[in-house]
């Protein structure tokens, strides 16, 4: 059984009310859920934490090893674009993790196509709304072994 860490970062918690347009109606705890059932089909245990702050999020990416954490699925939000301390935390660790993006970055503003974790995840999922963490979960769950 490996743990696998789900993050998600600024006005995520928001999810099912903020934007509904843009990001759906399904919540952050209907996806944690739904992800935490997988988890458990696949023999293993999901861990989930939010936070509206990066120096919460750094901390929780740094306590990976010390955690038992396999394995991370992140949704930084807005600090995609602006944060290289949370690139160095990942880098520092060296826990594989699948960046996830509920809305197609790509076809929104020019500064949303800037990412600072892209290019050291093991994936990228971006624009398949609450599935694309479905997806990043099978994902996770095939490199676990």
Known sequence: MAKILLLNGPNLNLLGSREPARYGTTTLAQIEATLDR????QGHELVAAQSNAEHELIER???TKRDGIAFVIVNPGALTHTSIALRDAFLAV???F???HLSNVFA???????SYLSDIAAGCIVGLGPIGYELALRAACARIG
Do not use: D, K, L, M
């Open 38 to 41: 997988g988890a458990r089909e």
């Open 108 to 114: 929104r503003e020019s500064f949303r196509h800037q």
């Open 94 to 96: 060296g826990v594989p």
């Open 61 to 63: 990416v740094q306590s």
């Open 98 to 100: 699948i960046e996830v």
